[in-house]
């Protein structure tokens, strides 16, 4: 069983940046595509970003690319998610997954088998 725990999350004001941490507590023989998502109040859950078990592919919503940079360090099982020019858009709870077989699946939620607990971001503006 894969654990991953979320950190990094807070409140911060439009444009300004945070960095999302996300560790696996458990390593295992799978090599795990990965992804962030994000859910607002009252809202579906939304596809953020991915990244292959290397770190050669990346992929990224429209609406987050050239703000925002996914990243792994698989020596110390954690994927990391920086964001910048944060908007009061991008506030929502922020989960990590681990788990799609296929990258092409990358995007989609029900594909991910391992789930973080979330951590918050709000950007006031």
């Known amino acids: 069983q894969v654990q991953l725990v979320e950190s990094g999350g807070g409140l911060v004001q439009a444009g300004g940046s945070l960095r999302l941490s996300c560790a696996q507590s458990?390593?295992?023989?799978?090599?795990?595509?990965m992804g962030w998502f994000r859910q607002a109040p009252g809202e579906e859950r939304q596809f953020v970003a991915a990244?292959?078990?290397?770190?050669?592919?990346?992929d990224y919503a429209d609406d987050v690319k050239g703000r925002f940079i996914i990243s792994r360090d698989n020596a110390k099982s954690t994927m990391y998610l920086q964001m910048n020019s944060l908007k009061p858009t991008d506030t929502a709870v922020y989960h990590c997954?681990?788990?799609?077989?296929?990258?092409?699946?990358?995007?989609?939620?029900?594909?991910?088998?391992?789930w973080g607990q979330g951590t918050q971001v709000t950007v006031s503006s």
């Open positions: 458990r390593r295992t023989g799978r090599m795990y595509t």
């Open positions: 990244i292959t078990w290397s770190g050669s592919s990346t």
């Open positions: 997954a681990a788990g799609p077989s296929e990258w092409r699946a990358r995007d989609q939620w029900h594909k991910y088998t391992y």
